[in-house]
């Protein structure tokens, strides 16, 4: 299924939270996020993170999606910030859900997050560079057994 890209609306930026007031939101309430599984020549891409949650591990491109911004307007822009490539949406899937113990400013209660996953087809890579949230990118074949359950799941669903 290929779905329009839709331009990023200055209604869309009405996502940017302050540092602090984002840190009390996170402490309140489940998130809305979008994660992308990139996918070029068989292989999907995954980040190590250098942030909680999961860091140090391999996660999928992604995070919160903002106020008026449509899947497709976010799953593009996460590409681009986090991984700098861009992509033509093949598919969604979820809903998901996430509780992590870890969360990122000091927060003691946690994270809760409710996703929605895109299959993104990539098809030039030699753009690729990862952001200063991560600390590695690198393309598989194969679902590792020790990722998360969540992201083991999405790569179930879109098919590898």
């Known amino acids: 299924m290929r ?5 990023l609306t200055m209604s869309a930026m009405k996502g940017f939270i302050p540092p602090e007031k984002y840190k009390e939101i996170l402490d309140l309430i489940a998130i809305p996020c979008l994660d992308v599984v990139a996918r070029h020549q068989g292989k999907f891409l995954l980040i190590k993170r250098e942030n909680e949650p999961e860091k140090g591990r391999w996660g ?4 919160r999606i903002f106020k008026s911004e449509t899947f497709v307007q976010a799953a593009n822009r996460k590409l681009k910030e986090e991984a700098n490539l861009t992509g033509t ?6 809903p998901y859900e996430t509780f992590f113990t870890e969360a990122p400013f000091g927060i003691t209660s946690g994270v809760h997050s409710v996703n929605v996953a895109v299959l993104m087809d990539v098809e030039d890579i030699t753009p690729l560079r ?3 949230n991560h600390s590695g990118a690198q393309w ?9 359950p969540y992201v083991r799941q999405v790569l179930r ?4």
């Open 3 to 7: 779905l329009p890209y839709l331009p």
């Open 60 to 63: 999928l491109p992604g995070g």
């Open 89 to 94: 949406i093949v598919k969604i899937t979820g």
């Open 130 to 132: 990862f952001d200063k």
């Open 140 to 148: 598989f074949s194969a679902i590792g057994p020790d990722w998360h």
């Open 157 to 160: 669903d879109c098919g590898f």
